[in-house]
């Protein structure tokens, strides 16, 4: 791996206190994970997790255009599309979803700054953050239909802590979602100026930290809500989901996958905002807005292990499957934006079809052990 695609640092804080800061480095790629940047963030969790004077973990991203855009979409194209079958697609969900699942369970608070664009890889950091501080760049967006694949990264797990019917819709039409509607849908805590970065990053240091998860969670708290802070966030545009959330729950309503996709696209409003969402869902594949449903099915049966190990098994059977390497084809590799789809509309997709994506691809799940 190039030295430069993680920068790593440890803070210095009072009392001989201290924090260790992740930077993801790759701005040309819009800070997309490859597979040793996770084993490396992985490793040194492991290793601080040991220290007992660092007492929190803060993740970054280089530049200003994304914290994370997602994973490294091209090395699992060229998995897909090897003689060997997608054994590296394979093996970077599952390590992907193992670092997930740790940040889920760290026992340090962990941080994570979402300036710019946050997606796919990148929300997997910041769902499994402890705090998640956006700003006014932050664009989040889970719009992996349009690539054939489905939201992952835990985000079953996160469907039920959303407003009613917000997580099918944002999931079937790629919507973006800005930093007040993140705050408003409680997928992050603060919101700061990049403006304040460096004054927030002395502020952080100017502090003794404690052992105590829960008391580090407060001195955060308090001090993302200093007035200064706040102050610099006074031109962010209102939430767009807040203000269109019960037009939003009824387009939701329905007994099926096909009453709710008839309802969006029936939907006449002339707001780009609407109009865009409808063309992400006329774009994408039919056979992720199935499995989309079907994440929405299960998102209340199922805990944070159980939601890894159902989305691994869907990751890994959809690698096998087409739409996912016919997506990245058209829309990255070689950026014709005219996907072939297995199936030209969610009705022609059948339940046999989607009963060959849940089945299990081993005997043994390789996440069983977490």
Known sequence: MPDDELLVEILDCQNDTKIGHIVLNSPETLNSLTLNMVNQISDLLDQWEKSTQIKMVFISGSGEKAFCAGGDIRALYD????????????????????????????????????????????????????????????????????????????????????????????MLTATNLHATDTIFCKLTDGILNSKDFDSFYKDMKSLAWKSNYEDNIKLLDSLINRKKYSLGIRDIPESKIEKEIIKIQKLTEGENLASVVANILSNSSEDEWYRKGKQSLQNGSPTSAHLIWLQCENSLKLNLKEVFLFELNLAVQITRKGDFKEGVRALIVDKDNNPKWKFNSIEKVSQDWINEHTKSAWETNPLEDL
């Open 79 to 170: 998995s897909m599309c090897s003689d060997e079958g997608p054994v590296f697609a394979e093996d970077f969900f599952e390590s992907e979803y193992r670092l997930d699942y740790k940040l889920h369970n760290y026992p340090k608070p962990v941080i994570s700054i979402l300036d710019g664009i946050v997606m796919g890889g990148g929300a997997g950091l910041m769902f499994a953050s402890s705090y998640r501080i956006a700003t006014e760049r932050t664009r989040f967006a889970m719009p992996e239909i349009g690539v054939g694949l489905f939201p992952d990264v835990g985000f079953t797990h996160e469907i039920k802590k959303l407003p009613k019917g917000l997580g099918l819709y944002i």
